[in-house]
């Protein structure tokens, strides 16, 4: 499955459902579920601002997944102040061109801990080392799939 690394606090809020756009400098032609991966990058001035403790977010894990259903392309930075509350940047700098338009998040009852990588990168889960968070994913990911099937 395709994974992302993102910065913390914005996976945190992708996750939660309060950042619907992400914003980078590229495009992508993917479209569909994807893992967030929490970066272990913190960033302290924009935990501030949304009044986050760093020291309450998970870093350097996979913590929930997402649909990417579209890429927004911004001309100007007009039109990315207008999306402001979709993407919570602070940025008015249209250097990140695209918005990724984000739908159904779902948060990990169970973060794991995973190396992240630039763009999107395969997730191998063969290469958990801690059985117990391969044995509790799968009762999540069993659980959800019964539950939407009900």
Known sequence: MKCLSVCQPFAELI???????????????FRGEFLIH??????????KRM??????IITGAIIGKVNLVDVKKYDSDKELFRDKKKHHSTSDNS?????????????????????G??????????????????????????RYMWINQH
């Open 117 to 142: 990588k630039l763009n999107f990168f395969e997730f191998q889960p063969d290469e958990i080392k801690n059985k117990d968070i391969e044995i509790d994913l799968f009762e999540e990911e069993h």
């Open 15 to 29: 996750v939660e459902g309060k950042k619907i756009i992400e914003l980078r400098k590229w495009n992508t032609k």
């Open 38 to 47: 929490a970066a272990k990058n913190v960033l302290i001035e924009d935990c």
């Open 51 to 56: 009044k986050i403790s760093p020291s309450s």
């Open 95 to 115: 250097k990140n061109k695209y918005g990724f338009i984000l739908e159904n998040p779902k948060k990990l009852r169970v973060p794991i801990p995973y190396l």
